[in-house]
């Protein structure tokens, strides 16, 4: 099946994506970190559901690359929580049973949720 340009021109986005965690991963640098960001902006304006097919290897890739950044990310940084409004995204998109069934994101954004209110609950103590 032949892609359109805006559907090429996604899938050209979730490869910058699935480059950018990879190099972020490595080193976690400021010029990573925006790069990412720059990336996940262009990847929150593409409305084409068929871009966001969860069959596709490249999708499936930036769906891991993306439990990997909240796993590994300090939950502070606002890089993790444009990754959860990305994850948001796709799954308004796509099929969001299926997108939390195929790739467990499950246990990932409840560790974030819990270690974010865990957080929360100190500073909370405090005042």
Same mark, same amino acid.
Do not use: C
């Given at each position: 099946?032949?892609?359109?340009?805006? /559907?090429?021109?996604?899938?050209?986005?979730?490869?910058?994506?699935?480059?950018?965690?990879?190099? #972020? !991963?490595?080193?976690?640098?400021?010029?990573?970190?925006?790069?990412?960001?720059?990336?996940?902006?262009?990847?929150?304006?593409?409305?084409?559901?068929?871009?966001?097919? #969860?069959?596709?290897?490249?999708?499936?890739?930036?769906?891991?690359?993306?439990? /990997?950044?909240?796993?590994?990310?300090?939950?502070?940084?606002? !890089?993790?929580?444009?990754?959860?409004?990305?994850?948001?995204?796709?799954?308004?998109?796509?099929?969001?049973?299926?997108?939390?069934?195929?790739? /467990? =994101?499950?246990?990932?954004?409840?560790? =974030? #949720?819990?270690?974010?209110?865990?957080?929360?609950?100190?500073?909370?103590?405090? =005042?």
């Amino acid at each position: 099946m032949s892609r359109t340009s805006k /559907q090429k021109s996604g899938h050209l986005h979730v490869e910058a994506f699935n480059l950018a965690t990879r190099d #972020l !991963l490595a080193k976690q640098s400021e010029k990573n970190f925006e790069e990412l960001n720059r990336v996940i902006t262009a990847l929150s304006e593409v409305r084409n559901p068929q871009v966001w097919n #969860l069959e596709d290897r490249e999708v499936a890739s930036m769906l891991l690359n993306s439990a /990997q950044i909240i796993y590994q990310i300090d939950p502070k940084h606002s !890089l993790v929580w444009h990754v959860v409004d990305l994850l948001t995204h796709v799954a308004k998109l796509s099929d969001p049973q299926a997108m939390v069934a195929k790739f /467990q =994101l499950m246990p990932v954004l409840a560790r =974030l #949720l819990h270690d974010t209110i865990k957080k929360d609950d100190k500073k909370t103590i405090k =005042l």
